[in-house]
């Protein structure tokens, strides 16, 4: 298994709908950079948010769990940015659409420039034939709001292909998150 290089991510993304819409380079003169890279591809941030309410707004005993997920506890925010509360965190969507071949293995990572600030993106993988819109985890773990901006750069994508193609695809088996358009809370089967 390599990693793959520009020139493949580029022929991908024109070729076959790899990433949707592409940008090339990630020079972006006053903005956190996106595009692509030498090995890799930063994606942006949608303009949608949901944003952690405060723990102040729901009873002592409230929980967070995964089986059993309690919607409420976000709020919906629209915007060219978003601010996150001190020891908080947003989900948000990537702005571009990834279909991943069915021989590859992405591995979405936080940009170093938001996690020199405390702001800490979760590690994602996009399993092979995976296919929408990436939701994104971002935790500010300061005790300070945190400021992430949308239509910027907010992770890295990084493409690993197989010798051999998988016997069963994350769309084979029809995985809860393919097809995502938007932020997608968490679901179990």
Known sequence: MTIKPDSWIRKMALEQDMITPFEEGIKRPGKISYGLSSYG????????????????DFPEDTLVDPKDFNKDLFMHEWGDYCIIPPNSFVLASSYEHI?????????????????????????????????????????????????VYAMEGIAQLLFYQSDTPCDISYADKKGKYQNQQTIVMPKVD
């Open 41 to 56: 591809y930063d994606i942006r941030l949608a303009c949608n948010f949901l944003v952690m309410r405060s723990p102040y």
């Open 99 to 147: 279909t991943v071949p069915n021989d590859v293995m992405v591995v979405c990572l936080g940009k170093s420039t938001y996690a020199r600030c405390g702001i800490v993106i979760g590690i994602t993988p996009l399993e092979p034939a995976w296919s929408g819109h990436i939701t994104i985890e971002i935790s500010n773990t300061t005790p300070y709001p945190a400021k």
